[in-house]
């Protein structure tokens, strides 16, 4: 089935699995589970010998995706922890080779509950240095929770990122008016 480019989760999983397909002890993180949606591909992505580590904040959300991943799983291959992604070098002990984050609030939930730029940048920078070198993270980020500042203080983040280390990618809708998400990537630039 053709997957639609505009539909920014698809596309990353498009990009995913165009990454990573058949490679063998991948390490996937999902920094913001939500509905488990992104974890679950993550899994079956990474096969009965890779890893997936999931977090997020909401103990609402770190049961959907234990709830989801328990009804359609086919790897026993994650573990779900209830932390902020600001906190993720407390989780991480190898190289990774995808990292995602789908920024703002948690799906037919309270909508008080965001991310915010801060935390998510720190956990940035406690990513990059874990990265492979073929390693990417990718963000998608909503902008009707904040009216576009937390997108503005993470682009304006990774255009300050060594251009030597790193090419960072931006990706949005430009014939939309109700303000569709954007899609940010960082990869490695070895």
Known sequence: MDKKYGHLAEMVHFLIRGSYEGKENLNFLDLTCGNGYDTLFLSNLAGAEGRVTGLDIQDEAVERTKKLLKENRRFNNYTIIRDSHE???NYIRDKIDAAVYNLGYLPLSKKDITTKPETTIRSLNSL??????????????YI????????????????HLDKRLYNCIRINLINKDNTPPELLIIEQNI
Do not use: N, V
């Open 144 to 159: 009707t929770h904040d009216k576009g500042y937390e997108i503005y203080k993470i682009s304006d983040y990774l255009t």
């Open 128 to 141: 990059l240095p874990y990265l492979k070198d073929s390693g990417r993270i990718y963000i998608t980020a």
């Open 87 to 89: 906190f993720i070098e």
